[in-house]
């Protein structure tokens, strides 16, 4: 268990944030921290049906939920993109 | 006896490159500070300044303007003009005074360098004059600042704030830094010179005093003319300097250090002078945005001068110019929004109809930057004040200490630039941030942003911790200047929200 800051920039927001999460984190569980935090403060609420996935910024593909931070091998403000799966 | 012309003595006379006898010339030179870059001392001695001043015509002329700065002062001390001013221009003359005050001040002792270490007597002459402008421009500005103690204190930060660790005072202390204080008497005249004075300093001074006069701040209005005008003359040491680097063979270098210094400089005018422009200067009275201002004198003027001083665009021209409509739409939202992380109250500057003047000058502004105000707006008008407060705090550029941004809303488009070492990563709000690091990471790496300092325990965990780093008592945090009486308009302010808003 340890404090682990990323960088994250949720769909529609103007720029990144760091968000500390537990390094035991899954990723589906970052993705919910940063839009507890961004989503109704810079950018308006998704629609219901809306999934939210992650991507490393720069990559196409979505990370796997279920990863933990720790397993993912991020560094320490690694870049995540949080963003609609279409 | 009569008296000699100028032009009959005046190349005779800054003739100082006397020969040493009892030091050598390492020594009276170091390289360190007086970089010759290998081109031979003649070739030095024929930088050839294009405005020529005498002592004494600089003294008399310095005197006059002082004189008419503070007649006019003087003459409109009691007209109550900050008193009656609006949120709007008391935000920009805040951030104005407490960003700019200090930094002429220090310039000073760049010119300084430039006086004592430069290889051509010419330059030297002209630095001289170049310290004396940078004293009295601390000086004058400090002074008119300070009027405005007894109505609001924020303006001690304008003596305070470059002793602070605040995260904006830490982004364009580090950016004067790199280009000016931490450099060779050759490198900082055209790092400084080119890359500050001539590419924005001496227009923005044109062009926020011409905005100060409409405004009826004419005290503002004519210390800034008078400033301009030894701007506009010691900008022009730059260009010798790099016709001679050219000329010798050394044009890779000063193509190098107009783009370094040009970049770090646009950033900083970007998110201190493109706010000013784009929000704080009262909608009744802007014309032009910053990205006319950018278009026209910078891209295109500045450009002219750099190619017909036989250098090329910097590399990264089309990157500048998508910038120019974007990143300070973004930074504002972050001045905004962390507006306690200020010193002065910030206007957010996005009411109706200035959301219409920013559509009009940058089309397709309501989609993108627009959509994150709409959720702030949203917020304000449900009393949700809470939440116009992000919890995470943003992601700082590792080289200009401004935040990492990219386009919002509809159009969203993240932007991110990042480097690794020893297991440390080091972010990037652009690729020419990037750039300039990866040119000379050993110059770069031990710095520390904000946000670094509060992740490596620099700050304390305390939420007054992070104020306190900063200098900031509870009183010196920003709030919103209009008391968030604008989502509707102006307009529409209540008599006692306008009351509690402008004080």
Redesign the interface.
């Known amino acids: 268990m340890a404090d682990f800051?990323l960088?994250?920039?949720v769909?529609?927001?103007?720029?990144?944030?760091?968000?500390v999460v537990d390094s035991h984190c899954t990723i589906d569980e970052v993705i919910k921290t940063?839009v507890d935090?961004?989503v109704?403060?810079?950018?308006?609420p998704f629609p219901e049906e809306a999934v939210l996935r992650a991507r490393v910024?720069?990559a196409t593909r979505p990370l796997d939920g279920s990863l933990t931070v720790r397993e993912a091998g991020f560094?320490?403000?690694?870049?995540l993109?949080i963003?609609v799966e279409e | 006896m009569a008296l000699l012309q100028m032009e009959e003595w005046y190349d005779l006379a800054r003739e100082t490159n006397w020969t040493p006898r009892y030091v050598p010339e390492d020594e009276l030179y170091p390289l360190p500070m007086s970089n010759d870059f290998g081109i031979p001392v003649e070739k030095w001695e024929s930088f050839d300044e294009p405005y020529k001043v005498t002592y004494r015509d600089y003294v008399q002329s310095q005197r006059d303007k002082d004189i008419g700065a503070y007649s006019v002062k003087a003459a409109l001390a009691r007209s109550d003009f900050f008193r009656k001013a609006s949120p709007h221009w008391k935000a920009l003359l805040a951030l104005h005074f407490s960003a700019v005050c200090w930094a002429e001040f220090h310039s000073a002792s760049a010119f300084a360098r430039m006086t004592r270490f430069s290889r051509s007597p010419g330059m030297r002459n002209m630095a001289t004059f170049g310290t004396l402008d940078e004293i009295r421009h601390g000086q004058i500005q400090i002074y008119f600042a300070y009027e405005f103690l007894k109505h609001d204190a924020v303006f001690d930060w304008c003596h305070k704030s470059s002793k602070t660790e605040n995260w904006i005072i830490i982004s364009l202390r580090h950016a004067l830094d790199d280009i000016a204080h931490t450099r060779d008497a050759t490198s900082a005249a055209i790092m400084l010179n080119m890359g500050l004075e001539q590419a924005f300093t001496n227009l923005q001074f044109v062009a926020l005093s011409a905005d100060a006069a409409k405004c009826g701040d004419h005290t503002f209005a004519t210390m800034l003319q008078s400033i301009q005008t030894d701007e506009a003359r010691h900008a022009q040491i730059g260009e010798p300097m790099v016709r001679i680097m050219v000329e010798n063979g050394r044009k890779k270098e000063a193509q190098q250090m107009v783009e370094i210094a040009f970049w770090r400089m646009w950033k900083q005018f970007s998110a201190l002078s493109g706010i000013g422009m784009d929000y704080y200067t009262p909608l009744e009275h802007r014309e032009s945005s910053l990205k006319d201002f950018m278009e026209e004198w910078v891209i295109g003027q500045f450009g002219r001068t750099v190619e017909a001083l036989g250098l090329d665009l910097p590399w990264y021209w089309d990157i500048l110019k998508h910038d120019i409509s974007t990143f300070h739409?973004?930074n504002q939202?972050?001045v905004y929004?962390y507006r306690a992380t200020e010193w002065w109250r910030p206007i957010a500057g996005t009411s109706p109809e200035e959301r219409e003047w920013l559509e009009e000058k940058y089309p397709g502004w309501n989609a993108t930057?627009g959509?994150?105000w709409?959720?702030?707006a949203?917020?304000i008008r449900h009393g949700n004040y809470d939440?116009?407060?992000?919890?995470?705090?943003?992601?700082i550029c590792n080289m200009c200490g401004l935040?990492?941004?990219?386009?919002?809303?509809?159009n969203?488009q993240?932007?991110?630039h990042?480097v690794?070492i020893d297991?440390?990563?080091y972010?990037f709000c652009s690729e020419p941030c990037k750039w300039i690091f990866e040119l000379e990471p050993e110059r770069y790496k031990g710095h520390k942003s904000i946000?670094d300092r509060v992740?490596d325990g620099t700050i304390g965990p305390e939420p007054d911790d992070f104020y306190e780093y900063m200098g900031q008592s509870p009183a010196e945090r920003g709030v919103d200047g209009y008391d968030y009486q604008w989502i509707d308009g102006y307009d529409d302010l209540s008599s006692d929200g306008l009351k509690r808003a402008v004080g």
């Open positions: 800051p960088a994250v920039n769909q529609g927001d103007y720029g990144y944030k760091v968000v940063a935090q961004i109704s403060v810079l950018v308006a910024h720069g560094i320490q403000m690694e870049a993109q963003y | 739409h973004a939202i972050g929004v930057y959509k994150c709409d959720t702030i949203d917020n939440k116009t407060v992000p919890v995470a705090p943003p992601l935040e990492v941004t990219g386009t919002a809303g509809e969203w993240p932007v991110n990042h690794d297991d440390r990563r972010h946000i992740f």
